[in-house]
């Protein structure tokens, strides 16, 4: 399996911890003995990622850990915290050390999309699930700091939440590197997917061409409307979404499975198949091809019933319509 199974329209891009605690040479991190060089090395990555999501539409979601000090819950452990193994508790509430690194500050500027979190888990006691579920999420490519501690918390939550996990490994760095390569044989082993960021740009804009992407519905042509109407819901079992005007003025019956049934055939055998209707990605660049190749533009590109839309001709004479339902053309 690969990435290229994933519906791009069901994706976001999750950034972890991109903070100076974490990241910066003078953070909790850096002043505690760590090599953060690693962790600088993603913030490139990291950066192009949130560029290729932003331009294919996708939501970037950022997440901060932000810590108290004291903690009355974790006071209450018997055994050291990992807070106790650093100079200094990392990523306190309204210090510097919390704050996104100036290197992507610009980037997460949205709140609605910044998700802040207690402990490892992006998921744990935080909003993230219900702002994925509101965001129509399915898969989630995950990126940021640490890789043995909050990614693949995030990783392992995501997973038994089952979501498609896409980890973009050199966008992610570890405390150690000697622990990266047991990491990523362990999440491709039983949590999800590896790849490179440029494995992944390289699928956004592929899956972001110009193309049709599945039916959306068919219209077909009847002699006996309401004998085929009762065939299909009392016999098939179809549902009436609705009873309509079809744009020439007959009788039209739109079910819920996709199927429109038009009256009026005066065929001696089967009635036609009037009109095919997928939905589609990028309809400006559909329309341009189809008129680069010669082929006719019936009508649009423009506002129609389930979208951005453009109906085309082909070959034979049948009328497409091809629309695009993303917010961004909303």
Not at 37 to 47: C, K, L, N, S, W
Not at 203 to 208: D, N
Request: a negative charge.
């Amino acid at each position: 399996m690969t990435i290229e199974a994933i519906d791009p329209s069901q994706a976001a891009l999750l950034v972890i911890d991109m903070q100076n605690a974490f990241c910066h040479s003078e953070g909790t991190l850096g002043i505690s003995g760590v090599d953060v060089a690693p962790a600088q090395g993603t913030i490139e990555p990291v950066r192009r990622l949130v560029r290729a999501f932003n331009d294919a539409h996708r939501p970037v979601i950022w997440t901060r850990q932000v810590h108290l000090d004291p903690d009355a819950a974790r006071a209450r452990k018997v055994l050291a915290s990992h807070t106790s193994k650093r100079k200094q508790v990392s990523a306190l509430s309204g210090t510097w050390d919390a704050a996104f690194i100036d290197e992507v500050a610009d980037l997460a500027t949205d709140p609605t999309f910044v998700v802040t979190k207690h402990r490892f888990g992006a998921f744990y006691e935080t909003r993230l699930q219900s702002l994925l579920d509101m965001l129509g999420v399915q898969a989630l490519f995950i990126v940021g700091l640490t890789a043995n501690a909050c990614v693949e918390t995030t990783i392992r939550e995501a997973y038994l939440r089952d979501y498609d996990v896409v980890a973009v490994t050199d966008a992610i760095a570890s405390v150690r590197p000697q622990w990266i390569e047991t990491a990523h044989a362990v999440w491709s082993q039983y949590l999800g997917e590896l790849a490179t960021s440029d494995q992944v740009c390289g699928w956004l804009a592929s899956a972001s061409r110009p193309r049709a992407l599945k039916v959306h519905h068919l219209a077909l042509e009847t002699k006996d409307l309401e004998r085929m109407t009762s065939f299909y819901v009392d016999v098939l079992g179809f549902n009436v979404r609705k009873r309509d005007t079809f744009r020439d003025g007959r009788d039209l019956v739109v079910t819920e499975q996709g199927l429109g049934l038009v009256g009026g055939s005066e065929r001696n055998g089967p009635g036609a198949l009037e009109h095919l209707c997928f939905s589609a990605c990028d309809v400006d660049g559909l329309a341009k091809r189809v008129r680069d190749a010669g082929h006719r533009i019936v009508r649009g590109p423009g506002d129609g019933p389930y979208g951005y839309t453009v109906y085309v001709e082909d070959p034979d004479g049948n009328e497409v319509e091809l629309f695009d339902a993303s917010p961004h053309h909303l």
